[in-house]
């Protein structure tokens, strides 16, 4: 009868109170804002291959500096945090944002690959403290009962902006960009050098131009900001909390450690899914990047659709379950795109994105369960595993540059062994998980 009562009190509490309704929107838009720069860079690693005329490898160092960000940032960003207060790790991680974006500009104007690397690199310095700062406010602006329901909320608006994203790499980016292959780029940089430099500086114009649009809306959320009260904005921090206990706490707890080698294993498998799919799509099927980036599109509205319908099955399946058997679909899906030739490749690799949609937020959960205070600190690792982001993105370009084993699948094909392999490891953690 008591427990009745009590659920029946927490269906009364408001999700968000009316005193924290203005900091909550503020804050929720944050969650496009971030999601929009994720999406709109993933098929910037093709563009660049072609306008500089590099190899896939030094293209895909593109998601190195963007997640390097992150890996970075995520544990300065906390500190600071707990040392200020969310309002000013909102406003450090919006500051960085816009000053990454406008460095588009000199970088295209020095046509420098390790310029763009670096506005990569500011910005996602910037996401770093705007991702560590806006979940745990969020979670705290009302009861701790309705937490999980308003972090749910705001966390929709994050696919929201990456689809936008998404539209505009599609549309205003990639095509407008100048349709002369790589091999008549290479034969123009022989025979008509000053041409050439006219197409890179205009294709770099191009890139640069929506960057900067977002570096000016960033700039407009920053002043928003500024001039706004947040009321409830300082992280309770406990006294004589001591951050090198807390370490050592975290690097002795089994189930922590695995979940961040997870969620490294398959933030790593995400950007790599989503980044080539726009080269399996030219390399196997001829399409243009705008046609292929439009199959990027449809793997994210398949991976919102199956959020929503995973969310609802996690109502009877045990999250651990549901982690493995997602990731067991992303095996075969993955098996699919390497073997399967054409367009049925294709739609296998689209496929994936349905056994990915729930694979963050779960194992986010599993590796808190149960830590207590140390899950602010906790939280912030599992931000710096996003650097998977950075590392494995490289390494499956440089299998795309050299891959030669079998003669009857491509190398861009054989590159799809990395996800499979991160599929193995997350399935792996599950199957751990459901029996401790």
């Given at each position: 009868m008591s427990e009745k009562f009590d659920t029946m009190k927490n269906q009364k509490l408001p999700v968000v109170a009316g005193n924290m309704l203005f900091p909550f929107i503020l804050v929720t838009s944050l969650f496009a804002l971030w999601g929009f720069a994720n999406?709109?860079?993933?098929?910037?690693?093709?563009?660049?291959?072609?306008?500089?005329?590099?190899?896939?490898?030094?293209?895909?160092?593109?998601?190195?500096?963007?997640?390097?960000?992150?890996?970075?940032?995520?544990?300065?960003?906390?500190?600071?945090?707990?040392?200020?207060?969310?309002?000013?790790?909102?406003?450090?991680?919006?500051?960085?944002?816009?000053?990454?974006?406008?460095?588009?500009?000199?970088a295209g104007n020095a046509?420098?690959?390790?310029?763009?690397?670096?506005?990569?690199?500011?910005?996602?310095?910037?996401?770093?403290?705007?991702?560590?700062?806006?979940?745990?406010?969020?979670?705290?602006?009302?009861?701790?009962?309705?937490?999980?329901?308003?972090?749910?909320f705001s966390q929709a608006f994050n696919p929201m902006g990456s689809l936008t994203g998404m539209l505009i790499a599609k549309e205003l980016i990639l095509k407008k960009l100048n349709e002369a292959t790589e091999a008549e780029r290479i034969v123009l940089k022989d025979s008509d050098p000053a041409a050439f430099s006219a197409m890179q500086n205009n294709d770099l114009s191009v890139v640069s131009g929506p960057y900067l649009m977002l570096g000016v809306i960033v700039l407009v959320f920053l002043l928003v900001f500024l001039v706004s009260k947040l009321p409830g904005d300082t992280p309770k921090e406990e006294k004589g909390l001591r951050m090198g206990a807390t370490f050592k706490r975290l690097l002795n707890n089994g189930r922590y450690v695995r979940a961040v080698v997870a969620q490294t294993f398959y933030v790593g498998v995400q950007i790599m899914v989503w980044t080539f799919i726009i080269q399996y799509a030219e390399t196997e099927l001829g399409m243009s990047k705008s046609d292929a980036q439009g199959y990027n599109m449809v793997a994210m509205g398949i991976f919102v659709t199956?959020?929503?319908?995973?969310?609802?099955?996690?109502?009877?399946?045990?999250?651990?379950?549901?982690?493995?058997?997602?990731?067991?679909?992303?095996?075969?899906?993955?098996?699919?795109a390497v073997l399967i030739k054409g367009m049925f490749g294709l739609y296998s690799l689209v496929a994936i994105s349905a056994c990915m949609s729930l694979m963050f937020p779960t194992i986010y959960g599993i590796a808190l369960k149960g830590l207590g205070d140390d899950a602010k600190l906790g939280s912030a690792g599992l931000i710096l595993a996003i650097g998977g982001g950075c590392l494995m993105p490289p390494l499956q370009g440089l299998l795309i540059d050299k891959a030669i084993w079998f003669e009857s699948l491509s190398s861009v094909r054989i590159s799809f062994v990395l996800p499979l392999i991160s599929f193995l490891v997350i399935a792996w953690f599950g199957n751990w998980a459901k029996k401790n």
């Open positions: 999406d709109i860079t993933n098929p910037m690693v093709a563009a660049f291959k072609n306008i500089l005329l590099i190899s896939n490898f030094e293209s895909s160092l593109v998601q190195f500096a963007f997640y390097g960000g992150y890996c970075f940032m995520a544990i300065p960003a906390a500190i600071f945090i707990k040392r200020f207060n969310y309002k000013k790790g909102i406003l450090m991680g919006l500051t960085l944002y816009s000053i990454g974006c406008f460095l588009f500009i000199p046509i420098a690959f390790w310029a763009f690397l670096m506005a990569y690199f500011v910005m996602t310095c910037g996401l770093a403290f705007l991702e560590t700062t806006s979940n745990p406010y969020i979670l705290s602006m009302g009861a701790e009962e309705t937490a999980t329901q308003r972090l749910n199956s959020r929503f319908i995973c969310t609802f099955l996690l109502k009877y399946i045990k999250p651990s379950v549901l982690l493995m058997g997602l990731a067991m679909g992303g095996v075969v899906f993955t098996l699919g």
